[in-house]
Structure formats: C-alpha cells, structure tokens
T-cell receptor, first 116, second 114 residues
Framework: DSGVTQTPKHLITATGQRVTLRCSPR?????VYWYQQSLDQGLQFLIQ???????AKGNILERFSAQQFPDLHSELNLSSLELGDSALYFC???????????????FGPGTRLLVL | AQTVTQSQPEMSVQEAETVTLSCTYD???????LFWYKQPPSRQMILVIR??????QNATENRFSVNFQKAAKSFSLKISDSQLGDTAMYFC???????????FGKGTSLLVTP
C-alpha cells in the first residue's frame, strides 16, 4: 500500500458525459501528479499540482482539467468523454515536486475508466 | 525531450533464476533520476528501485539491483532468485532534474514460470 488513495476504482460511463476522479496523496506529500495509461499511448503524464498550484502540464486534453484543494486532495475532471478516453488513470504523489531523491513518486491504485 | 526505450516487450524466466531487463534513455541533462516500477496483474504501480545519476554506485534493493552505465545511457534491472510473484509488467522511468514528470518506457512483460 503506497498510501495514495484513489476513488472510484472503476467507472463506466457513456460518450459525452463528464466524470470526476479523486486522489488523496500520502500524508506529508505536497505534490500530486496525474497519469493516463492506455494500450496505444502507454503511460503519459497529464498534469502536476504542488500545494494547490498547477506546476506542470503534459499531454492533457482541453476537455480535461484538474485542481488541488487546500487539504491537498486532487480531482481530475474529464468532460465530453470519447471512446478513446477509456484508460487507467493514476494519481501519484511526492514530497516536494521540485527535485532530489524526495522526488520519488508513489502511485495510487488507479481508476479504470470505461467509456461506452 | 527525453525518451526511454525498453527493447524487450516480453521475457520469461524460471523460478530461482536470474533475469536482466534492459532500458536505455536519451537526455542532454547531466543530473537526473531513474526508476523501475513494477505493475502486477492488479495494475498497481509499485516502485522497485531508484538511482540518482550523480551516484556512481549501483542501487540495490534485496533481490533487485541495477547496472547503471551513465556514459552509455543504460539502466538495466537484474532480478535474482526470481519468484512467481515477480510476474508483472516492468517499466523503466526517467525524471530530469529540470522536469517534474516521469517519462516511461513501454514496459517489459516478465513471466516467471515454475
């Protein structure tokens, strides 16, 4: 158990819908990362938040957005869902998000999203 | 941009034997961090081992060790005394000192057989 929690574990929805994925980082970690794992794209970085502020953006679609709340939990919002958005979405956390060995990222169990 | 290449899509090893998974990367940065993550059938991503590029000594964690060749930009994972529970997808990942995200390879599927 990494200490990172994600809910829900599974999500089935229809095209065009909107969903929210939730992540709670390990105790003491200030940085949250979101990754998408799909069969064709592999593991891709989406976005990082550090202590409530957006720090880095990767291959995140405009239909996707995220935020980190004062209690440091984060939510990833996916809207206007398409079949291709079906994937495993991971949240990871690290202590600082800036560099050094403390930068090791610990992953949550993931949310499996299926868009029908 | 940094790229991470895992040239072995699938590997198989017998229980108690030793296996080495390959990983190469491309970067212009001098300081960076390398990781191996394991993803068993449960799909959880589990950190196996990490290496800081400025450390010449190869990292070791119990049965897992790495062979880090900075000049060759190579970072292989050796699993000794393989166990059935080692069956998983193994991902090599790179994080530059100037970046925040992990760049992952496409993974190597390892099957440990009795």
């Amino acid at each position: 158990d990494s200490g990172v929690t994600q809910t829900p574990k599974h999500l089935i929805t229809a095209t065009g819908q909107r969903v929210t994925l939730r992540c709670s980082p390990r105790s003491g970690d200030l940085s949250v990362y979101w990754y998408q794992q799909s069969l064709d794209q592999g593991l891709q970085f989406l976005i990082q938040y550090y202590n409530g502020e957006e720090r880095a953006k990767g291959n995140i679609l405009e239909r996707f957005s995220a935020q980190q709340f004062p209690d440091l939990h984060s939510e990833l919002n996916l809207s206007s869902l398409e079949l291709g958005d079906s994937a495993l979405y991971f949240c990871a956390s690290s202590v600082a998000g800036s560099g050094g060995p403390q930068e090791t990222q610990y992953f949550g169990p993931g949310t499996r999203l299926l868009v029908l | 941009a940094q790229t991470v290449t895992q040239s072995q899509p699938e590997m198989s090893v017998q229980e108690a034997e030793t296996v080495t998974l390959s990983c190469t990367y491309d970067t212009s940065e001098n300081n960076y961090y390398l990781f191996w993550y394991k993803q068993p059938p449960s799909r959880q991503m589990i950190l196996v081992i990490r290496q800081e590029a400025y450390k010449q000594q190869n990292a070791t964690e119990n049965r897992f060790s790495v062979n880090f060749q900075k000049a060759a930009k190579s970072f292989s994972l050796k699993i000794s005394d393989s166990q059935l529970g080692d069956t998983a997808m193994y991902f090599c990942a790179f994080k530059g000192d100037s970046g925040y995200a992990l760049n992952f390879g496409k993974g190597t599927s390892l099957l440990v057989t009795p």
